[in-house]
């Protein structure tokens, strides 16, 4: 497996003397297979951070939630996750189009605990697992190049309070998003959603800013 680290890892390791430490992680802890401890630890989660990068190199990170297990790990190298509705950006998805390389960080706030994944990803319009996600338009298939659990030390216990309504579940109508009601976006949502919009009520910026102030986002 190829060393994590470039020359400038190096020489930061050695200006602050932690070579040898380095090196045990990256010769002994980070690894490319899936282990069964890691497996049960990423289906257990419902929420993960993922990393990828625009086609000027620039890095960016977005919240990825769904129900628990809505990772899943399909063998020891192969990890799929589905995409929901979205703001119509595809800008996660764009950047994995085009460059492939993610980063995904998986983390328990109330334990705490935490994995770290790297890998290349792809789109999959077409599958199988489709089925087994309500309302998915797509899925993102992983293939795992570095696999390891990070320390958890600075991570500030957290306990989740409720799960998002916006989640998707089977034999569930989803509520639009309040951004949805907006009235500037009433031209570029779909006919459907505007329907539902206009029913609910259309807001304008300042309502909507008051809401997602008072969590009602």
Same mark, same amino acid.
């Given at each position: 497996m190829a060393s994590l680290y470039s020359a400038e890892h190096r020489a930061l390791q050695e200006? $602050? =003397?932690t070579t040898k430490l380095a090196n045990l992680l990256?010769? %002994?802890w980070i690894h490319e297979k899936i282990s069964e401890d890691e497996s049960k630890f990423i289906s257990s989660r419902d929420? $993960? $951070?993922l990393s990828t990068v625009d086609p000027h190199g620039m890095p960016t990170v977005s919240y990825k939630g769904g129900p628990t297990g809505f990772v899943k790990v399909l063998d020891e190298?192969?990890?799929?996750f589905p995409g929901f509705d979205g703001n119509g950006m595809f800008y996660s998805v %764009? =950047? @994995?189009?085009a460059q492939h390389k993610v980063g995904m960080l998986f983390i328990d706030f109330e334990t705490p605990h935490r994995v770290r994944v790297q890998g290349t990803a792809e789109l999959v319009r077409e599958h199988e697992l489709l089925a087994e996600y309500t309302e998915a338009k797509y899925l993102i298939m992983i293939k795992v190049t570095k696999i390891w659990v990070n320390c958890p030390r600075y991570i500030h216990k957290y306990k989740k309070l409720d799960q998002s309504k916006y989640v998707p579940e089977p034999c569930k109508?989803?509520? @639009?998003p309040t951004w949805k009601r907006l009235d500037i976006v009433q031209d570029a949502i779909t006919p459907e959603e505007k329907a539902i919009a206009e029913s609910q009520g259309l807001v304008d910026i300042n309502e909507y800013e008051a809401k997602v102030k008072r969590g009602e986002g």
């Open positions: 200006e $602050f =003397n990256d010769n %002994g929420m $993960f $951070f190298s192969t990890l799929v %764009g =950047n @994995i189009e109508v989803t509520p @639009i």
